[in-house]
């Protein structure tokens, strides 16, 4: 079965300043990875997916994250952030052997203040 | 491409009522999720189709919950009697082995 794990439930953050939303996942096989970002009143939007290939994957809006197969971790990072940026963030893993149904992790709220 | 669907944004009904809520997926998409989203359980899968066969419902509360997707084009949800306890946000996804793409949600509040 997989799981995930993040570490913080809530982020704050001044504007400018750089932010890293921390992901720990649990998984018996080879994982696919995503972040999702949801703001108030709305749908989850994917952030990054982490397939294969790369460890250092990009995404929207500036983030990025890093697949770490032996610490078993996907960390979200932006260097710099914006009042736009608040919101929960979500990580999620799916693999094969699930059909690739998504499990969450509680979600990280970031508030960015000025 | 207007995304994944759901209607309505927002339904206040009493307990006992029928409550339905309904989803378009993304043209294409062959997968569709329905998830709850609680502040106390944060995102829980309650049923997923594939090619609009129920796969697992596993995660669906009780048998007051039931799910159908009689075509590839439109699902829904429906909960009788609704409860108080089932106030949450309800969210359909669709995919095709990929992302999730999620809809906007309906936000159910049960009196």
């Known amino acids: 079965a997989q799981s995930v794990t993040q570490l913080d439930s809530q982020v704050p953050v001044f504007e400018e300043a750089p932010v890293e939303l921390r992901c720990n996942y649990s998984s018996s096989v080879s994982v696919y990875l995503f972040w999702y970002v949801q703001y108030p009143n709305q749908g989850l939007q994917l952030l990054l997916k982490y397939l294969s290939g790369s460890t250092l994957v990009k995404g929207i809006n500036g983030f990025e994250a890093e697949f770490n197969k032996s610490q078993t971790s996907f960390h979200l990072r932006k260097p710099s952030v914006h009042i736009s940026d608040t919101a929960e963030y979500f990580c999620?893993?799916?693999?094969?052997?699930?059909?690739?149904?998504?499990?969450f992790g509680a979600g990280t709220t970031v508030t960015v203040r000025a | 491409d207007a995304g994944v669907i759901q209607s309505p944004r927002h339904e206040v009904t009493e307990m006992g009522q029928e409550v339905t809520l309904r989803c378009k997926p993304i043209s294409g998409h062959d997968y569709l999720f329905w998830y709850r989203q609680t502040m106390m359980r944060g995102l829980e899968l309650l049923i997923y189709f594939n090619n609009n066969v129920p796969i697992d419902d596993s995660g669906m509360p009780e048998d007051r919950f039931s799910a159908k997707m009689p075509n590839a084009s439109f699902s829904t949800l429906k909960i009788q009697p609704s409860e108080p306890r089932d106030s949450a946000v309800y969210f359909c996804?669709?995919?095709?082995?990929?992302?999730?793409?999620f809809g906007n949600g309906t936000r159910l509040t049960v009196t």
């Open positions: 996804a669709s995919s095709t082995l990929g992302p999730l793409h």
């Open positions: 999620a893993v799916s693999d094969k052997a699930n059909d690739y149904k998504l499990s």
